[in-house]
Structures are given as C-alpha cells and as structure tokens.
C-alpha cells in the first residue's frame, strides 16, 4: 500500500514538473516553436516568422526573419537499461532546427524523430542517467543519430529543459 502511494505520488509529481516546470524553462531559454506551430504554418504555406508571431503576439515579430526555430518534444518517457521498470525518466527534448528542410521533415516525420530520442537513451542505465555530466554526451549522441537519419546538420543543438530520473 505504501509504495503503491509513493509511486503515484512521483508519477503526479513528476506531471506537475512536466506541465508547470518544463514549459517554463524552455520559454527561457529563448523563442521556443512546438511541432504543432511549425507543422499549422507549413500548412498554410507560411514560414517560421508566422508561426513566431502567432505563438509569442509581438515578440515574434523581433528578428523574426532570422528566427531559429526549435522543436519541441515533450513528455518523453522511458525505462532506463537494467531497471526492470522500477525506474523512469521523464524528459522534454528542445532540438534548434539546422534548416527549413529539416523543420519539414521533423514535422512530417515526428514519430521517428521520438523513437531516435528515445532509443538513444533506452540503453542507458540509471546510473549514467543521473551522472549530469553525461548529459552533453547524450545530446551529442542524439544529434548524431537524428543527423544520420534526417541528414547532416539537421540539428544546431539540443535542449534538455526537462530531464527527471525517478
């Protein structure tokens, strides 16, 4: 009973984080474009200005004809390697966008986008997860791997505004 409530407490702990504290810190770091504003201006055969101005009102506008757009992935979930389930990261991915080719294709092909994520991290164990200086060697492996699949210099960098092992 007790560890049944714990583990409801951390799942509802770790959503909070996901909802309140993730959107916080990736709008601080700078102009942040979900896949969902990126992919309603492809549509509509606009670019990436009009996606600024529509998510952020005014201060798209600023510079926003040399506005990088980052793409969002949130609320990614995995196991780590060797835990058996009993733990979990919870992370949201910010990746800036290398050219207008590769925002497309992002867009297009967003499931692959998350299994390459995903995957990359899949096979680490919990240990190396919460070794916080290991996290440039996660984003490196990361752009490589979304790299050789969406081709070179698809990825400027990546973001980790929400990284929580549990």
């Not at 995995?78 to 590769?102: D, M």
């Amino acid at each position: 009973m007790l560890i049944g409530m714990l583990a409801v407490g951390l799942a509802l702990g770790g959503g909070t984080g996901a909802a309140v504290v993730g959107p916080m810190v990736a709008k601080k770091m700078g102009k942040v474009y979900t896949l969902k504003a990126v992919a309603d201006s492809a549509s509509h055969g606009e670019g990436e200005a009009a996606a600024a101005e529509g998510e952020h009102g005014a201060e798209g506008k600023e510079g926003a004809a040399g506005a990088i757009p980052v793409l969002v992935l949130d609320n990614l979930v995995l196991n780590p390697a060797g835990s058996g389930g009993t733990h979990f990261l919870l992370l949201t991915v910010a990746i800036e966008v290398g050219n207008a080719a590769a925002s497309a294709s992002f867009t297009a092909r967003d499931a692959e986008l998350r299994d390459i994520v995903l995957t990359s991290l899949g096979s680490k164990t919990t240990e190396q997860l919460t070794d916080i200086s290991a996290r440039d060697q996660f984003k490196t492996e990361i752009q490589l791997a979304i790299d050789e699949h969406f081709g070179k210099k698809s990825v400027k960098r990546l973001y980790f505004p929400q990284f929580v092992v549990q």
